[in-house]
């Protein structure tokens, strides 16, 4: 890892809550934004500003990918325009369309073999969930841990909107059924922000199954009961901006697939990594 050991970061912050390792000096640690996409056209603009903004004020050049499985909008062909016009260094990695979870679980595979940086993060495409609330994470000294964003109505003054009832209906079900069923006690499983330490990418999306909406939870649940890493929750605000791809049915959906991460356990299934190598994708630069 580019010189510096990670398992020596201490828990100090430098201005704007970045995170940093000990060894004497301080060093805000790296990370790789991999954004999911489908059908992202008329939102990605503002989320890549949204980045730009965030990596100017913070003077960082961190990794940006966007994982589109398959756009027909002319997601791509707007990111790569937008990522030029904001000299931002943009990655693609493009995939049949198979949904958010295999896409997400390939895209990590491949930027943890590519890249050096500290973290990877997994950051929603439509700017929903600001990147600027990294600032809010308060760094942990154990540099294995998990962060998951919980949404939040308020938090560091910046007011939130929560989700519709049905939407909420639906994280309730997700969340009696994380619990009941695979032990969780996270009450927002479905954030997308997240951000995973970069060693730790292989153990942990070598081992997911599922290629539906639960992803997120049964990663959870393979990082504290098989891996035994730390997760820690971050509060952020969200603000929808424009259609969910999330429908009404992937309640029911989700609550047979998050019943089959339970037998999985059960039956010990996650005990070993059963994807080592990335599924074939095409990664360019924009
Ligand atoms: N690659 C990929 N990304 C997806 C897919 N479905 C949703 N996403 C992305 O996942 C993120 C969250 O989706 P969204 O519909 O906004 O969910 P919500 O915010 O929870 O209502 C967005 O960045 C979407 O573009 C998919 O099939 N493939
Ligand atoms: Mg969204």
Redo the contacts with the bound molecule.
């Keep these: 890892m580019s010189g510096v050991n990670v398992d020596d970061r201490d828990s100090r912050a430098v201005p704007g809550g970045s995170p940093v390792a000990s060894a004497g000096h301080e060093r805000r640690a790296s990370i790789a934004v991999v954004?999911?996409?489908?059908?992202?056209a008329d939102?990605i603009e503002q989320?890549l500003a949204s980045i730009a903004r965030y990596f100017g004020e913070h003077d960082v050049d961190w990794p940006i990918v966007l994982?589109?499985?398959?756009?027909t909008d002319g997601?791509v062909e707007r990111a790569t325009t937008a990522a030029r016009r904001l000299e931002l260094p943009l990655r693609l990695l493009t995939?049949e369309?198979?949904?958010?979870?295999?896409?997400?679980r390939d895209?990590m595979l491949a930027v943890a073999a590519e890249t050096e940086v500290d973290y990877l993060m997994m950051?929603?495409?439509?700017d929903?969930?600001p990147i600027s609330q990294l600032d809010h994470i308060s760094w942990s000294a154990d540099a294995r841990t998990i962060y998951i964003g919980r949404r939040v109505a308020e938090t560091h003054g910046s007011q939130g909107v929560m989700?519709t009832p049905l939407?909420r209906l639906m994280s309730g079900t997700m969340r009696l059924a994380s619990r009941v069923l695979l032990g969780l006690s996270y009450p927002d499983t479905?954030?997308?922000f997240k951000l995973f330490p970069r060693d730790y990418a292989r153990a942990l999306f070598g081992r997911q199954w599922t290629t539906g909406w639960v992803f997120d939870a049964e990663l959870l649940a393979i990082a504290t009961r098989v891996l035994r890493l730390p997760v820690q929750e971050v509060e952020v605000t969200?603000q929808?901006?424009?259609?969910?791809?999330?429908g009404a049915s992937a309640m029911l959906v989700s609550g047979l697939a998050m019943l089959g991460v339970g037998v999985r356990f059960r039956l010990g299934l996650y005990d070993r990594p059963r994807r080592p190598k990335p599924a074939r994708s095409r990664l360019s630069s924009t």
């Design positions: 954004m999911p996409a489908y059908n992202e939102r989320t994982a589109d499985d398959g756009s997601t995939f369309h198979r949904g958010k979870a295999a896409t997400v895209a950051l929603d495409a439509d929903e969930l989700p939407r479905q954030c997308g969200w929808p901006r424009g259609e969910s791809k999330v």
